[in-house]
């Protein structure tokens, strides 16, 4: 049986560990990378590379990089809410499944 391959966009203290250990538990599916945009707050890139780290995956801090992955299929997306859309967008664009743990907005 194949697996679907997940990437995560979000780290430590987003929710992304319940959601990565939802993944990871699921025998359809493995986690295959961390990412995130280029030019995030150091911070956010911390924490990123701390679930990374945590999850034994690798982080990639170049979003559009991740998706040209052949072995992304779904796209786990946690970012701070100004950057959800944004996101959401490209993941869609470059053919891949999306799980939004919270919605694009409130209406």
Known sequence: MEKYGVLLVGGN??????HAAAFAAHPKCRLVASADEPNIPEYTA???QDLAIELSIPYIPNLDEALTRDDVHIVSSTPN????GRIAVRC????KHIYLGKPLAGS
């Open 81 to 84: 809410v100004e950057r959800r």
């Open 13 to 18: 203290r987003t929710h992304q560990e319940g």
């Open 46 to 48: 911390q924490l990123n």
């Open 92 to 95: 869609i664009e470059a053919g």
